[in-house]
């Protein structure tokens, strides 16, 4: 009795997150050109994003900056929240503070800061301010992530390492990164798909000679939401699924 009551208060909440997800990719199969009327099944909308090179090459270059973006972010946001564990120093209570703040900021609020700033430094809208903006961003969450998994270390590990000699690079490399590789690789995972979605903030930092996905979806859907559009955003799920799926798979492996 007791899990049928668990379930029945797990099937409202499964349904109302994952329902949209689920008519998205029901009808990114439907005939019919008008999304909200079903006129039969059909692959051609796949296939029409096939055709579409403006919205391949946006694509593409959606998954540059994001993969880019994220190992930046994940390699800086890794030794920071080392640091952040591991050593006492000036200012070490207002890093931790920024790097809450920067997580909380609207996003315009990043978007417009970030575009007066490379203006400041002289570099035009495009590739470059896109990829520093999407890994200061990134930045934060892979430390938060990081350093929620660093908490939970046993702090003897480390003293045990130090007592047989190993040094700061050795200690981080065959004690610490190991311990807190999951965290790590979540981080990345975050990042990526913070990268691949964002809107806002790359809206005020790229130019019109370098197009991302989800400025060109957000341009296809200001006239309505079309079945190629839901053809795409399930793709996109299936991504997201499979490297879900991936990240599960690795993580069952090492243990």
Known sequence: MRRLGAAARLVPVYLFLYLPIIVLVIFSFNSSKYSTAWRGFTWKWYGKLLGNEQLIDAALNSLTVAVLAATLATSLGTLLAVALYRYKFQ??????AGVFVIMMSPDIVMGVSL???FMLLGMQPGFWPLLLAHTTFCIPFVTATVMSRLKG???HLIEAAEDLYAGEYRTFRHVILPMCLPAVFAGWL??????????IISFFVTGPDFDILPL?????????????VNALSAIMVGITVCLVFTYQLLMRKKK
Do not use: E
């Open 91 to 96: 200012g070490k209570s207002a890093v931790k």
């Open 115 to 117: 575009l007066l700033l």
């Open 153 to 155: 270390f046993d702090p």
């Open 190 to 199: 975050l990042s990526f798909t913070l990268s691949m979605d964002d809107v």
């Open 216 to 228: 060109r979806i957000y341009a296809m859907v200001r006239m309505g939401v079309k079945p190629d």
